[in-house]
């Protein structure tokens, strides 16, 4: 007979969490604790947070290939202390201008026809050239650091090429996603020649690298010092533009050269939910960020602190809450160029009474539909986050989507490209339906929480629909129940999967709630009994990743915190 073996004691704070981090002078949160360290060493050399961010997301984009890289797109929420602003920007890659919607479902059609895909596939497949839209990773490094940087770009990427060229220790989490990552491979690429640049860049002899072996990307080290040197046009309009656009050459679909070359991300405007004397700042669509501002617009007409934390009513409000603001995504949320959604509406108080009024107190209701919000003028995945010494906050999120990517790796440049198109719509008339030049549904999205107009916490919570889920149960952790920083990341979490999709393949309306096993087995069973579909999942890959810095400018202190389901550390000075 055998037990599991529980948690130590702790002198404060609760026995399943760790201390915040504290530091005075600057500070990086990430999903490996080798970036968390470049970001640190470059703000100590005297570069600005967005300088440490920059550096910390190329690093990640070799040592957490599994999760981001410079062939996926970036989002990123910056607070400038010298005007006393937040400015977001949307570095997301647009579908290839030369495919219509009607050439796209022919190729998926004639994939179905070799038996690439099953007969009965829906939508856009993950891998080949289909789903790759343009990346939008090195265009937002130097936008950002155009605006916010001091240090030259040479020396912000110098880490990254150095760990590349000379090797890093893989570490544990990260092995586990890239077995996963080679069983998927491998089988789909069995008989194609695409596995081979796969295997060369990441799996040398067929096999998957195992926590503590020391792995080299050359390939990327060459890309990454080619854009040091010349600039972000190397990529898009220069030698590196040429090579990734002749890769694609021979394919039945796939980026042209003319793509990359009239590629140009976007400064917008955070949009903000007000919620218990607090704001969250989340970016506008084409991205998923406005969810977790409608369900905050929800839950902000009950009072949750009035039931424990581990409660079936806390647990059932925000799910429920959860679900109405999805059918709204579902049905609103795509490129604004092509599909402007009511934003004012859907945020607007107003509108959050009318979907609250629709949560059954007492049972999971069976089907919501989209709401009808008044018009009004006016998405695997890395987050890290970094402060500096003058107060400057930086929220950064960055993908390849779904798994490593797409599976198309350009011959010699050692990184994948995204498959973020795939969340496109085959539908017509649908907001997010495919067109040629048009940005996908987007599942990133960064965080930036305020107070008063002063800066509060920087942070973000990777991983698809999570995203948003995370976000709200991170500020309902602490705002009404008070956690601290790294309390309100270990709690136990839900991810609930189900209802429409902004692809048109829809779930099942009730859908699923994943719960970790934290959650107390009573809450469980009334969550059954009140007609939720639940599911214990110990696994922690579904529940994401987070990463925070909390500002506390009275004691002229940073706290940060970081994700216990990742590999990642928080480093401060």
Not at 143 to 168: K, T, W
């Amino acid at each position: 007979m055998s037990a599991e073996l529980g948690p130590g004691g702790r002198p404060v704070g609760e026995t399943w969490s760790r201390s915040p981090v504290y530091g005075s002078r600057g500070m990086a949160a990430t999903a490996h604790p080798l970036a968390s360290q470049v970001a640190l060493d470059i703000l100590k050399e005297g570069g600005s947070a967005v300088d440490a961010a920059i550096a910390a997301n190329a690093a990640l984009g070799l040592m957490e290939p599994t999760g981001n890289g410079i062939g996926g797109d970036i989002f990123v929420i910056v607070w400038d202390p010298k005007t006393r602003q937040l400015h977001g920007y949307n570095g997301s890659g647009r579908s290839p201008q030369g495919q219509t919607l009607a050439q796209l479902q022919s190729r998926i059609d004639a994939m179905k026809t070799r038996g690439e895909l099953p007969g009965d596939f829906r939508g856009i497949p993950s891998h080949g050239p289909l789903p790759v839209s343009v990346p939008g990773t090195v265009d937002g490094w130097f936008a950002l650091h155009e605006r916010f940087g001091s240090l030259p770009m040479n020396q912000v990427l110098a880490p990254a090429i150095d760990y590349a060229r000379s090797g890093f220790p893989v570490s544990p989490v990260i092995a586990y996603y890239f077995s996963r990552s080679w069983d998927f491979f491998s089988r789909i690429y069995a008989d194609s020649p695409h596995l081979d640049n796969i295997r060369d860049t990441w799996f040398k002899g067929g096999q998957s690298p195992q926590p503590g072996d020391i792995l080299t990307n050359t390939d990327l080290a060459d890309t990454l010092e080619t854009i040091a040197l010349e600039g972000r046009d190397a990529f898009y309009s220069g030698s590196l533009a040429r090579q990734m656009a002749a890769y694609f050459d021979d394919m039945d679909g796939g980026l042209a050269y003319e793509d990359l070359a009239v590629h140009q991300g976007e400064w917008v405007a955070p949009g903000s939910v007000h919620y218990r004397g607090y704001d969250l700042y989340e970016l506008p669509p084409n991205g998923q960020g406005f969810a977790a501002l409608q369900m905050l617009s929800i839950l902000k007409n009950v009072d949750l602190s009035q039931w424990s934390r581990g409660s079936a009513e806390v647990f059932h409000y925000m799910v429920e809450a959860k679900r109405l603001a999805f059918e709204d995504v579902a049905r609103y949320y795509a490129d604004p160029a092509f599909a402007p959604a009511p934003l004012a509406g859907l945020l607007s108080d107003d509108y959050g009474k009318q979907r609250f009024a629709l949560i059954d107190p007492r049972r999971a209701s069976a089907e919501f539909g989209p709401g009808e919000p008044k018009l009004e003028s006016e998405g695997d995945t890395t987050y890290l986050t970094v402060a500096d010494k003058d107060g400057m906050m930086v929220s950064l999120i960055q993908s390849n989507y779904r798994g490593m990517g797409s599976g198309m790796v350009p011959d010699g440049l050692g990184f994948m490209f995204q498959d973020r198109g795939e969340l496109f719509s085959l539908e017509q008339g649908h907001a997010n339906v495919y067109a040629p030049g048009k940005r996908p549904f987007q599942t990133i999205i960064p965080a930036f929480l305020m107070k008063d107009g002063e800066p509060v916490m920087s942070f973000g919570l990777m991983g698809g629909s999570m995203q948003p889920q995370g976000h709200v149960q991170i500020l309902v952790n602490m705002l009404d129940f008070g956690m601290n920083v790294q309390e309100a990341g270990d709690a136990a979490r839900f991810l609930h999967d189900g209802g429409r999709e902004p692809t048109s393949v829809d779930g099942d309306p009730l859908g699923t709630l994943y719960l970790e096993p934290g959650v107390p087995a009573q809450t469980v069973e009334r969550l059954r009994a009140m007609g939720h579909k639940v599911e214990i999942d110990a696994s922690g890959v579904r529940f994401g990743g987070y990463q925070a810095i909390k500002v506390d400018r009275e004691k002229g202190s940073y706290a940060g915190a970081t994700e216990m389901r990742k590999d990642g550390t928080v480093v401060a000075w």
